[in-house]
């Protein structure tokens, strides 16, 4: 709302100003006789309004992070055993080598390779640099769909190549 008599916005106030009631800033209000001040109501409703644009802005933000959390997960393929073991041979290594190799007891290559012991994400990343081969697989929540999460889905996809038949 502005002074009906030069624009100036702020506070401003009903005036009579010859007869004729108008709405007028504290300078101009002083050529009539001030009847009411004027709570700036369209202020007042802007604060919402701006508080709600802030919280929508601030929401997605939040929402992705959230999401990205949730959305991936870390689990071992299906035949990782087999793939470790397979790779093994192909290295010409024996499970006490490659044992060194990640520095784990050779107990734990064994029971890795019969399947006796599904090792955690931290391990089996091990036996993927040690022998260059992908066992974990990273898959992404289908039910809760973005841009970040699409963004990573290119980059798992990426990562899985090898797991392709
Ligand atoms: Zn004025």
Not at 13 to 40: N, Q, Y
Request: charge should be positive; glycine fraction near 6%; proline fraction near 4%.
């Amino acid at each position: 709302m502005q002074c009906e008599m030069c624009g100036t916005e702020g506070k401003l106030f009903k005036t009579e100003v010859e007869g004729t009631v108008m709405v007028l800033c504290r300078d101009c209000s002083k050529f009539g006789r001030v009847v009411a001040e004027i709570r700036p109501t369209e202020r007042v409703k802007k604060i919402p309004l701006n508080a709600q644009d802030e919280a929508q802005a601030e929401k997605p933000i939040a929402k992705l992070q959230k999401n990205a959390r949730k959305e991936i997960m870390q689990g071992l393929c299906s035949g990782y055993q087999d793939k470790i073991r397979n790779r093994r041979t192909e290295l010409g290594l024996k499970q006490n080598e490659l044992a060194i190799k990640i520095a784990e007891k050779e107990s734990i290559v064994q029971k890795v390779e019969s399947g006796q012991f599904r090792p955690p994400i931290r391990l089996a990343r091990k036996f993927e640099r040690a022998l260059r081969i992908r066992i974990v697989e990273e898959m992404v929540d289908e039910h809760e769909k973005d841009y970040k999460a699409k963004k990573e889905t290119l980059t798992i996809g990426d990562m899985m190549d090898i797991k392709k038949p």
